[in-house]
């Protein structure tokens, strides 16, 4: 069974970095074709997309934000990192993580995360 | 970037009829590898998105097949049989096949 759960802090400051991690389950971030995603989304609004890390270590941004945007992974432990710097009250919403299986199966964000609220507010 | 547009943004519909989803690509979302990576999630108040269809027609896991997806190219559409109570909430459409992935604006499907 394939699990995401998100974490970090709820409220950051305006010019302050964000640091999420997505801890994972019942899938091996080693697997050809396997990624790990992060969307996030307004309150009140759409979906979007933010960065995708794959198997490989290879990595893509959204290219509105890639200045601001790194996605690391850390085999080991199960984990996807997600660090966002220069947050800006617009950044606020959630942030989520998902899984996607690429390749063949072309499984896009099959499984998700619950979110992580993340208020910017001085 | 590609854009994707949706169409209602929203619904209304009478339990039991069915309904019918539009989403637009500003681009032919074709990858080069043949497939086509259009992807429907439906997202309930305070969950996460789930995801419904995949490959612009493919069920996944669990979905019920009063759910099905069509298209080619740019034109695509999320339909529903009959809709059920449970069917409330926003649908999404988003593309898989170039980057940087792109979500539509959503469509809220609520009942009469």
């Known amino acids: 069974q394939i699990t995401l759960k998100e974490s970090g802090p709820t409220l950051v400051k305006p010019t302050q970095t964000l640091t999420l991690t997505c801890a994972f389950s019942?899938?091996?971030?080693?697997?050809?074709?396997?990624?790990v995603g992060w969307i996030r989304q307004p309150p009140g609004k759409a979906l979007e997309w933010l960065a995708l890390?794959?198997?490989?270590?290879?990595?893509q941004y959204s290219p509105s934000l890639e200045s601001r945007l790194t996605v690391t992974k850390d085999t080991s432990k199960n984990q996807v990192v997600l660090t966002m710097t220069y947050m800006d009250p617009v950044d606020t919403g959630t942030y989520y993580c998902?899984?996607?299986?690429?390749?063949?199966?072309?499984?896009?964000?099959?499984?998700w995360g619950q979110g992580a609220l993340v208020t910017v507010s001085s | 970037d590609i854009v994707m547009t949706q169409a209602p943004l929203s619904s209304p519909v009478t339990l039991g009829q069915p309904a019918s989803i539009s989403c637009r690509s500003s681009?032919?979302?074709?990858?080069?590898?043949?497939?086509?990576?259009l992807s429907w999630f439906h997202q309930r108040p305070g969950q996460p998105p789930r995801l419904l269809i995949y490959?612009?027609?493919n069920w996944f896991a669990g979905v019920p097949d009063r759910f099905s997806g069509s298209g080619a190219g740019t034109d695509f559409t999320l339909k529903i049989s009959r809709v059920e109570a449970e069917d409330v909430g926003v649908y999404y459409c988003?593309?898989?096949?170039?980057?940087?992935?792109?979500f539509g604006q959503g469509t809220k499907l609520e009942i009469k």
């Open positions: 998902a899984h996607r299986h690429g390749g063949s199966y072309g499984l896009d964000f099959d499984y």
């Open positions: 890390i794959y198997w490989d270590d290879d990595k």
């Open positions: 988003m593309q898989g096949t170039q980057f940087p992935y792109t």
């Open positions: 681009e032919s979302l074709v990858h080069s590898d043949g497939n086509t990576y």
């Open positions: 490959k612009t027609s």
């Open positions: 019942g899938f091996s971030l080693t697997t050809s074709g396997v990624g």
